[in-house]
């Protein structure tokens, strides 16, 4: 953690001096993000390790806990950063955001590292990894998991809908990101209060349907209803915003909390990165679905004819995740090969 730390600070320090060159800059940029992500990985592991330990009746408190942490950093972010780029330029804001894998780096050598003689040998935990992952108390979980972040998205055009046709400002779009990330803090204490100790499936199955109905009430903004009831753009993109982003915190924190109850002893890091691998690629399969879909519309960044077209279309492959609950069974002990796997 501590060397992928610097190896970070180093990028971004670098960042600002490198030659406007398109390949150089992403380079660059990638190798910032892949020091990030590895410390990452390690930290989430840490956190496995740690909710493991947690009984029934305070399961998913240490998941809620480091997400109300993460969406504060993306608040404090938010603001800090549109600050320190208006008073400081560019390359200063770039070599300040570089102290903060620094930061991480001196946290990380406070972690307590435990020492033991054992040896890992890469083949053995191959072995124990997909033994694990052919429990259908993992795969199950993991296909759910997949088929929630894999729908097609259209978020990419609602920006240039709200830019090129709603004519929102820049100070609009940024009380638009500050007033996500408190609802998505507000929305993990409050699972974090009151949902915990209820069943997964029930909380899934709520929130996917009241995302469904949200969704497409999205359409009266396309339409421009809400002006005929009298509700002005911003306010009815920002009330949208604050409760689409609500629910969907009730359908991520479970997929989190879930990830990390169904990893066995041993594997615990490796196979919580795997499933979080998973919805990072459905995330890019969503991405990618919702340009297709978007280019067959014929919707582009000053053609918005289509849109309510795309938008229902989008919506209705929302409903297969809905229809997918039964692959997120009551939690049950996933057994592994290895006699010290079980759980």
């Known amino acids: 953690m501590v060397i992928m730390s610097f190896a970070t600070c180093f990028m971004w320090i670098l960042l600002p001096f490198v030659p406007h060159d398109e ?94 003689s054992e040896t890992t040998d890469w083949r053995e935990t191959s072995g124990k990894l997909w033994s694990a992952i052919r429990q259908p108390t993992i795969f199950k979980p993991a296909l759910f998991i997949f088929l929630i972040c894999v729908t097609p998205g259209y978020g990419g055009v609602m920006t240039f809908f709200y830019e090129r046709e709603l004519k929102f400002t820049a100070n609009e779009f940024g009380l638009l990101d500050v007033m996500g990330y408190i609802v998505s803090i507000m929305g993990t204490m409050i699972y974090k209060k009151w949902l915990r100790n209820v069943p997964f499936a029930k909380v899934f199955f709520w929130a996917l349907l ?18 005929v009831i009298g509700i002005p753009d911003f306010v009815f993109a920002l009330i949208e915003r604050v409760v689409i982003t609500l629910v969907g915190q009730f359908i991520s924190m479970p997929m989190v909390v879930l990830g990390a109850r169904v990893c066995p002893v041993g594997v615990e890091g490796t196979l919580y990165a795997l499933l979080m691998s998973i919805t990072n690629m459905g995330d890019v399969v969503s991405s990618e679905w919702g340009s297709l879909l978007t280019s067959m519309f014929g919707v582009t960044a000053t053609n918005f004819n289509n849109l309510w077209k795309l938008m229902l279309l989008c919506n209705c492959f929302d409903l297969i995740p809905l229809f997918s609950i039964k692959l997120v069974r009551p939690e049950k002990k996933a057994v592994v090969s290895s006699p010290e796997m079980s759980i």
């Open 23 to 116: 390949f150089l800059i992403t380079l660059v940029m990638t190798l910032a993000s892949a020091g990030l992500c590895f410390t990452d990985v390690m930290a989430d592991s840490l956190l496995v390790e740690a909710a493991r330990g947690e009984n029934d009746k305070n399961k998913g408190i240490i998941q809620s806990w480091a997400w109300i942490m993460r969406f504060v950093g993306g608040l404090v972010a938010s603001g800090a950063g549109a600050l320190a780029y208006d008073r400081l330029g560019s390359s200063q804001t770039f070599l300040l955001n570089s102290m903060v894998p620094v930061v991480i780096a001196i946290v990380a050598m406070f972690i307590p590292d435990k020492q033991t």
């Open 210 to 227: 009241l995302s469904f109905i949200l969704e497409n009430t999205l359409l009266l903004l396309v339409f421009h209803t809400n002006r």
